[in-house]
């Protein structure tokens, strides 16, 4: 079944094709262009820790890390590497486990039909040994460790640990040494098989490529799946933080900080929509273009590594604003303070119609990407909307969106901070 994705604003489209094997296809083909990008995505990711397949039965728990191993297992097949067969190519490949998505890409000038082969070959055929698990969990046991050294990983999961009480998103996306060491290959093909149920999954293609040829591979390649029933278990996170602030030395060279606003989350669709405006109020409150920002920036309180974002999933969301500073408290209580000013007396009109621009110029821009759209398309399908639901959403917002978000979304009550600091204070 084939439907055209159209946009009137733009005056662009895109085909969504749903596929007999069970998976959804969503082709974007860019004239003009010459190089292409397919993303296979599987609704899975590193929040997923139980989940059933019968609803008389108990859930099945997995290991923290078993999405991101599972990522870096699928690579390696019985007859052979993938990445070894994607040199032969010449495509760029890579993968990447999120909190509730993982992905696996290629990028490529010409050989395109080859490489898409490779992609839904090694995905779709498994190959897990007692041998080649125990290897691999030495492997990661070590990216593990380096994560435990990156200080920008540290300052956003230690906020992470900080803002979240019960929901596993405070969980490192790798796991831990401990609990890895729990998975088998038999726990890896138990949750492949729940997970990477075709009916779970979509094929993202942009750029330069026959639509007509994706659904020809697709239909040499892929055998349809099982009916698919899937429940994950929801854990009741309330709306208090575990704690209000979180600190930890490393040999960096200066303070770092995130402070994030946890936001009451809503089913995936409403998240993502309301992301879009809450990265408009963003631009409001602490965009290069606001008072705020000169003021922190000015007194030396921020640099160019000052950002602020809108991240939301399937059933989290959180407002995050991050970077260097000489005073990491201080910034965080002038943010604060800000968004409690600019609450009560509310959002200034043209401030909101600067933010407005920039977010939607920023949606805009996304098309002149492959690697973009791609992404988006996917993450947009996931949660029940297309890739041009973002842009008509950037388009449309009013002020009173906003000043609602504002009130609602941004709690200053329910806020933490996480500050990296130098091993020697100057």
């Known amino acids: 079944m084939k439907q ?50 019968d609803a008389g039965a108990d859930f099945t728990r997995i290991p923290a890390g078993t999405a991101h191993f599972l990522e870096h297992k699928m690579f390696e097949n019985e007859d052979g590497d993938a990445f070894a067969k994607y040199a032969a190519t010449g ?20 050989h395109f039909e080859e490489s898409l082969r490779i992609l839904l070959e090694f995905v779709t055929t498994p190959y897990f040994t007692k041998q080649t698990v125990d290897k691999e969990q030495g492997i990661i046991g070590q990216e593990i460790k380096m994560y435990d050294d990156n200080p920008d990983w540290r300052v956003f999961f230690n906020l992470l640990k900080a803002m979240y009480v019960h929901h596993p998103i405070s969980v490192d996306i790798a796991g831990t040494v401990e609990s890895i060491a729990q998975i088998t290959a038999d726990s890896l ?65 200066a303070p770092m900080f995130c402070l994030g606003l946890k936001v009451c989350p809503a089913d995936a669709k409403t998240n993502m929509v309301g992301s879009v405006i809450n990265e408009i109020v963003n631009e409001v409150l602490a965009g290069d273009a606001s008072p705020l920002y000169r003021r922190l920036y000015d007194s030396g309180l921020i640099n160019t590594t000052f950002d602020c974002e809108a991240d939301s999933g399937r059933d989290f969301a959180a407002l995050i604003f991050s970077g260097e500073s000489k005073d990491p408290d201080r910034t965080a209580e002038a943010i604060l303070r800000e968004i409690e000013r600019v609450q009560k007396e509310g959002i200034d009109p043209a401030a909101f119609e600067r933010g407005k621009k920039a977010v939607y110029g920023r949606y805009v821009r ?52 996480s500050v990296i600091k130098p091993l020697e204070e100057r």
């Open 4 to 53: 055209t994705i159209h946009s009137k604003r733009m005056q662009e489209s895109y085909l969504k094709v749903k596929h007999p094997s069970g998976l959804t296809l969503l082709l974007y083909p860019m004239e003009g262009f010459s190089s292409a990008y397919a993303m296979l995505t599987t609704d899975y990711g590193s929040v997923d820790m139980a989940f059933r397949t």
């Open 91 to 110: 495509a760029s490949a890579n993968a990447f486990t999120s909190f509730d998505k993982t992905s696996y890409l290629f990028g490529c000038a010409d």
């Open 189 to 253: 093909y138990e949750t492949y098989r729940t997970f990477y149920n075709l009916h779970n999954m979509t094929l993202a293609v942009a750029g330069s490529f026959s639509p007509d040829a994706v659904i020809r591979i697709a239909d040499e390649i892929l055998k349809p799946a099982p009916k698919l029933w899937l429940e994950r278990e929801r854990v009741q996170e309330p709306d208090q933080v575990r704690q209000k602030r979180i600190e930890q030395k490393f040999p960096v060279a």
């Open 366 to 417: 996304m098309l002149n990407r492959p690697d973009s759209i791609a992404n988006v398309m996917t993450g947009t399908y996931f949660s029940g909307l297309d890739l041009y639901d973002l842009l008509d959403t950037a388009a449309s917002s009013t002020i009173e969106q906003a000043q609602k978000r504002l009130i609602e979304d941004y709690r200053t009550e329910y806020a933490a901070l």
